[in-house]
């Protein structure tokens, strides 16, 4: 069994930032890639920003020049550093991550809990 957990969240006024982080614990043989997403009030859930392993990175356009993935492997460990916050950046941000675990299986469906990140005007 993997666990994802995630922390960081907060309440934060425009234009402040904040850093979120989540470290895997569990089963883990190793992990291809890890990820934030994020889920806001009647929306579906969309990709803030994911690493690869060979340290490649994807970003939503929203998350360009603002926000910045980075991952600690040896610790299992994803940070997301988000500055310049919007208001329309309040969400529930999740953690994903690739990995495979220690009986040989190969999943992507790992998410943590998810932590509120509330911007004000």
């Known amino acids: 069994q993997v666990q994802l957990v995630e922390s960081g969240g907060g309440l934060v006024q425009a234009g402040g930032s904040l850093r979120l982080s989540c470290v895997a614990s569990?089963?883990?043989?190793?992990?291809?890639?890890m990820g934030w997403y994020r889920q806001a009030p009647g929306k579906q859930r969309e990709l803030v920003a994911r690493?690869?392993?060979?340290?490649?990175?994807r970003y939503a356009d929203s998350a360009k020049d603002r926000f910045t993935i980075s991952r600690d492997n040896a610790k299992n460990t994803v940070y997301l550093q988000m500055n310049s916050l919007k208001p329309e950046d309040t969400a529930v941000y999740y953690c994903?991550?690739?990995?495979?675990?220690?009986?040989?299986?190969?999943?992507?469906?790992?998410w943590g809990q998810g932590t509120q990140v509330t911007v004000s005007s």
């Open positions: 569990g089963s883990i043989l190793s992990i291809n890639a």
């Open positions: 994903n991550a690739d990995l495979l675990n220690r009986d040989g299986v190969y999943s992507y469906n790992n």
């Open positions: 690493m690869a392993n060979g340290g490649s990175t």
